[in-house]
């Protein structure tokens, strides 16, 4: 049976994965009531587990390191509560090949190399190289129905990575440069990177030492 985490876990959850977000926003992160989102981000922040803070007039919401530690230690006892960890492990190591295609496509959309200069800019002014990694991102999308489709059954909260992808892929099909790899857009690159992160957070692996932790369960 699938399992739903609790709402007070969804917007710890949502912290995490967001990074900085106003209390609006990780309230939409998982369709969350508003007002039952601000009352749990205010009882996290009495907990020590989220701090709100301002920069350059922006405000927002960040994880503490108690905050990230509990995070891990709820979804750690969600995962073995469903039994399915070897099954997660066993998406993790199939996404693993995607998320390198994702990153070189991501990479030959900001850079387009040329004889002078390796590090040039790609400035979409050539159709076909632009064709060329809107390719590579649609074999993402295709494959990324599967790895959803596989996590939604065991945790309902991975649902919606790859209508979001799909999404962000439309956009940019259509001309919308942004959709691929911006930070402040529901972009293909952000909503890979929350899944990635989803993922790391469910095993409890560390995001710089993901190739070990793999390579000790092969």
Known sequence: MTHHSPPDLLVLHAVRLRGFADAPALASRFRLDPRTTEESLRDHEAHGRVTHTGFAGTYGWSLTEAGRAENERRLAAELAHTGEAEAV??????????????????????????????????DHTDPEWDAGVLHELAIVDRALTAVVDRLGVILARFHGYDTRFSAALTRARAGEVAWVDRTDVDSCHRVWFELHEDLLATLGIDRGKEADAVARLR
């Not at 190591?93 to 790609?122: E, M, S, V």
Request: proline residues 12%.
């Open 89 to 122: 492990r066993r998406v993790h190591r199939d996404f693993l090949p995607l998320n390198g295609l994702l990153r070189r496509a991501c990479t030959d959309w900001q850079l387009r190399p040329t004889p002078d200069d390796p590090l040039a800019a790609n």
